[in-house]
């Protein structure tokens, strides 16, 4: 059962209308990366655990990651307030509207003029929020690491948005939701690490013949550290085709019909290496280029 309390989790105030930093704040209402697309990722995965305290954890988040994108609305709102009674009212002359509405670098007026001012479900640039940015995999170690980079990055966002404003009501509440992506990535990890067999992913074990290997797959300036050490993997410096110890090519075995069909249509369509033919390309170079002979 969801509540709604009128009083937001954290307190918002803005010293002046940015129509362009609301458009950016976008990118934290119905970006990848916002706050959307978190409560959507950690609800759908609670709602699946069987574990109840992974299950009261993922709940929890998904619940404040809600209250976290009514704190982004807000600002979007409160920062377009005064371009939307403008906008509705239409008091001000063509060109001084439009001033207004893009005014601090707001390259994205589509959202300010289709959207009323208000906060809309897209990203900074008006592309609408998706289901495809919830990457909810059902397997609840991969998901806890995908959960952990989903709060590194929403971190790196508002760190940027951050260093675009000087208002300092929204740095601050920019700062706390910046805080909390921190604090939830904690959560996530501390819940990875509790469950004892959580590396590799899944049941299956790996294939113990290419498990340990690092395949040195680009020639010149070969760096070493921990990632391709000695210590920690069987380094192959110059790994050929196949590494399974074949001939690297492909094969499929097929019944006799369609064995028949495939070589007919190798033969009927097979190319002639012995002839040289006249192309659209050589005949438009005109006598720049010598026709070459059939």
């Known amino acids: 059962m969801f ?31 916002g706050e959307l697309a978190a409560a959507c990722r950690y609800f759908t995965q609670g709602l ?14 998904a619940t404040e990651e809600l209250s976290h994108l009514e704190i982004i609305g807000t600002l979007v709102g409160m920062l377009n307030k005064g371009a939307k009674g403008d906008l509705a009212e239409g008091v001000e002359k063509e060109a001084d509207l439009y001033r207004s509405l893009t005014n601090g670098g707001n390259g994205s007026h589509t ?67 910046m805080t909390r992506e921190v604090a939830h990535q904690i959560s996530f990890e501390k819940a990875l690490y509790s469950i004892r067999n959580n590396f590799p992913p899944g049941k299956l074990p790996p294939i113990e013949q290419y498990a340990n290997n690092y395949y040195n797959m680009s020639e010149g300036g070969e760096i070493r550290g921990s990632w391709n050490s000695d210590e920690n993997f069987n380094y192959v410096s110059d790994p050929q085709p196949a590494v399974d ?18 070589e007919n249509l190798a033969i009927r369509t097979q190319s002639d290496p012995t002839i040289n033919p006249v192309t659209g390309a050589d005949l438009g170079a005109g006598d720049s280029k010598p026709v070459p002979k059939a």
Do not use: C
Request: glycine share 10%.
């Open 3 to 33: 509540r709604h309390v009128k009083q937001m989790q954290y307190t918002v105030r803005v010293d002046a209308p940015n129509p362009g930093l609301a458009n950016l704040l976008l990118e934290q209402f119905g970006g990848p990366q």
């Open 48 to 61: 699946s655990d069987e574990d109840p305290g992974r299950k009261d954890m993922l709940l929890d988040i």
């Open 111 to 177: 959202t300010a003029l289709l959207y009323g001012g208000g906060p809309a479900l897209t990203n900074s640039a008006g592309v609408p929020w998706t289901a495809a940015y919830v990457d909810t995999i059902g397997e609840v170690t991969a998901d806890l690491r995908s959960n952990i980079a989903a709060e590194a990055r929403a971190k790196i966002i508002y760190e940027r948005l951050i260093n675009l404003t000087d208002d300092p009501g929204v740095k601050d509440a920019l700062g706390f939701l």
């Open 245 to 262: 110890g074949g001939d690297g090519m492909a094969k499929v075995t097929l019944p006799e019909s369609q064995n028949t069909n495939v």
